[in-house]
């Protein structure tokens, strides 16, 4: 059987039921392309089940899939990803040869970026629009069309879930300051008027772990934030009264 196995956002995220499953695999990788899985994480869990980890890189993912599954054929084999499971189209590919080649396959879930921002967020799940993510600018690489999607959010006065791109190298997302002056030249781009120094955005660093913070801030400020692991953004779109209330609740709880 082939089990995909998230392992949440900290180091101590994967389940009991996840434990148990790469605890009975012949093999289990784990992939770090699409979210953070570094070494303190691979090796903490690497600890827990009494086995190694086989670190994959996209390619073993993406191309090899079809041996991966053949693996799972005939013995148990465990594939851990950060996050949820699933989330990745990269994980899909190995879910979709899996039903091609008639082997077994079960899901064990685990907590997302998706959910524990707009959650820690205290804005309502339901005024979300699509998630989008501000990518990596190189010299012949720089894309603005993430700005499309906040603009239709903002037209349905719904909030923006905004994703920075991971950096396999470094283990954290590009950095909040880098992701804002993307952002605002995508704004200077369409000209909508949606982003401004002075606009608010919330902030969210590090969730599910101890050094998790969440906070409402303007774009100026926020330039000068240092980080030091994964980063997420929200762009709030008109917050209510009950909205307002949970934001001021939750200040400091952590």
Not at 2 to 10: E, K, Q, V, Y
Not at 118 to 127: A, H, M, P, V
Not at 146 to 175: A, C
Not at 191 to 211: A, C, Q, Y
């Amino acid at each position: 059987m082939l089990f995909l196995i998230g392992t949440g956002l900290s180091r101590e995220g994967i389940s009991v039921d996840g434990v148990s499953a790469a605890k009975s695999s012949t093999k289990v990788y784990a992939e770090a392309y699409t979210s953070s899985m570094n070494k303190e994480k691979t090796s903490h869990i690497s600890r827990l089940i009494s086995k190694e980890v086989v670190m994959l890189k996209r390619k073993d993912l993406e191309e090899n899939a079809s041996r991966i599954v053949g693996e799972s054929k005939d013995s148990d084999i465990s594939v851990l990803t950060g996050g949820d499971p699933l989330i990745a189209t990269t994980h899909k590919i190995l879910f979709i040869e899996a039903k091609k080649q008639g082997a077994k396959v079960r899901i064990i879930y685990s907590s997302s970026v998706f959910t524990a921002a707009i959650g820690r967020s205290g804005l309502d799940f339901y005024r979300f629009g699509a998630v989008c993510t501000i990518p990596r600018w190189t010299d012949k690489y720089k894309p603005v069309s993430f700005y499309e999607t906040i603009e239709k959010n903002h037209s349905k006065n719904n909030h923006s879930l905004v994703l920075l791109d991971y950096n396999e190298e470094s283990g954290n997302s590009i950095s909040i300051k880098s992701a804002l002056e993307i952002l605002e030249k995508a704004e200077a781009h369409y000209g909508k008027g949606i982003i401004s120094s002075s606009s608010n955005i919330l902030v969210l660093l590090s969730l599910g772990t101890e050094d998790e913070k969440a906070e409402s801030m303007k774009v100026s400020e926020a330039m000068s934030i240092e980080q030091n692991g994964m980063a997420c953004l929200i762009i709030p779109a008109a917050i209510t009264d009950i909205e307002r209330e949970t934001m001021e609740s939750m200040k400091g709880v952590l």
